[in-house]
């Protein structure tokens, strides 16, 4: 999550849900470079790179030097167990740091393991939790609403049926908050 989202649900009566997307679900738990990722598609990774962290930085987001994605199923699947722990947000944002910051392939159970122990979640639970993919089916369900809600980037805002995506400052995140007369606190 960004300040945006942070200084939102402080200053409105709002709950964030966060829901699963199938970004790259093919990816090999090794992970793929992004030279093999976006092969045929013409992208200038370093350019894309040096985009996507200005773009962080503009919203006080640090990024690492990513030179490989993962596969995230595993991490959102454990990440709805950390929802239902009352856990979500600190779960998310250790996840976030640890593949956008750190690199770590989110994919591999004992990172997964680590990241839940990081935030004072159960490293016993996180392990049985992934193993028997006890919230996999919570995680498809995800997946299908965006695949029906034809979402097609992360983030993307849903609010009262209205859709936004991409990552988006304060300001035009409180305009979506006030044309929707959305209570203050």
Do not use: C
């Amino acid at each position: 999550m960004t300040g945006s989202i942070e200084r939102l649900k402080r200053v409105y009566e709002i709950q964030i849900r966060w829901t699963a997307f199938p970004l790259h679900p093919d990816t090999p738990e090794e992970g793929l470079t992004l030279e093999a990722l976006f092969a045929g598609r013409n992208i200038d990774i370093p350019q894309m790179k040096s985009h996507l962290k200005t773009a962080a930085k503009d919203f006080g987001v640090d990024i690492g030097d990513r030179r490989k994605t993962y596969n995230s199923r595993l991490a959102q699947e454990l990440g709805k167990w950390a929802e239902s722990k009352s856990k979500g947000d600190e779960f998310h944002l250790a996840a976030f740091k640890a593949y956008f910051i750190n690199g770590q392939n989110i994919a591999k159970i004992p990172i997964l393991v680590d990241i839940a122990k990081s935030v004072n979640l159960s490293e016993k639970e996180a392990q049985t939790v992934l193993e028997k993919r006890s919230f996999s089916q919570a995680v498809s369900s995800d997946w299908r609403r965006a695949v029906e809600m034809e979402i097609r980037a992360v983030p993307t805002f849903l609010f009262n049926g209205q859709s936004l995506p991409g990552a988006q400052k304060y300001e035009t995140l409180d305009r979506l908050m006030a044309t929707h007369n959305v209570a203050r606190r």
